[in-house]
């Protein structure tokens, strides 16, 4: 039997209902599989900071580096800024493993109703791969006459040819293992920003030259975001920097129906370190504590930490239970507006994989 150690962070708000939820997904596949899961469970996030007065204690990466892989609920408390979490755990996580790679994939599960008129289930179907370790969020900056009337603020997008050409070559490589239309779009803001993007557009020209079957295209951010409300079922890849596509990914997510659907992996494509899987929708307050929660995101981000442990057969069956407890509509979580609790929808999921 193949046993992973799986860290577990749990987080804050729904983290703490959703993450149990996909636990019990990766232990009844577990069983199918002849695999096991070892789950080392660390009760960091804002209840850690409340009483020490930081996110995650100073040895935090070190007890993660041992372990395959890190399932991650949720970060966020309505009462601690928000740059204060995300520098505080989830950032240096993503720096530390060197997690250059977001992949955000955007599909409209047959049974879910977009918000948009004309996509049925199926027609949108797409990943939005950012850059995840550089860029706008490289915390480069300080503040000067900090908390006076002339205080200044410097915030410096950090760019290199490397980070840009490995993030690129991976949204390529990822089109060419699709199925679909093979096609990678780069999202950039060039007219404006006349160094780092025009950096980012000539590294993506580089790269292309390299995949001559891969159809390319280039867009400004702002067109970005327009034509995936007009024309979602154009894309297939899409690659851009931390900033634009952390806000693209948003908008990938709601046109597919729900933020709780909307899975994400931050891989060390080099295997060096270990990836980490969460959903996108964070610790949302405002349901939390309720039961009400969608699982769906956190069990399709469970999945796609199964495939990349090779667990290939084993994640397409989570995906494939997730669809078609999808596509019955019987049993839904109220964001897709039904009145199911968390607990049902997994039990449902649980009752597909048999």
Known sequence: MKTFTIAVIAGDGVGIEVIPQAKRVLERIGKKHDISFAFQDFEWGAEHFFRWGRMMPAGAIDLLQPCDAILLGAVGHPEIADHTTLNGLLLPIRRAFDQYANVRP??????????????????????????????????????????????????????????????????????????????????????????????????????????????TESLLVDAAAMNFIRRPESFDVVVGSNLFCDILSDISAIIIGSMGLAASANLDPLRRYPSMFEPVHGSAPDIAGKGVVNPLATILSAGMMLDHLQMGEAAREVEAAVAAVLAEGQVRTPDLGGKSSTEEVTSAVLEKLG
Request: net charge neutral; hydrophobic share 40%.
């Open 106 to 215: 955007a599909y409209l599960y047959p049974g879910v109703v977009s918000p948009l008129a004309k996509p049925r289930g199926g027609d949108i179907d797409f990943v939005v791969v950012r850059e995840n370790t550089e860029g706008e969020y490289a915390q480069v900056g300080g503040f000067v006459y900090q908390l006076q009337p002339e205080e200044v603020a410097i915030q410096t997008s950090v760019f290199t040819r490397r980070g840009v050409e490995r993030i690129v070559r991976f949204a390529f490589e990822l089109a060419v293992s699709r199925e679909k239309k093979k096609k990678v779009t780069s999202i950039t803001k060039s007219n404006a920003q006349g160094y780092s993007m025009v950096l980012w557009d000539r590294t993506f020209d580089e790269v292309a030259r390299q995949f001559p079957g891969i159809e």
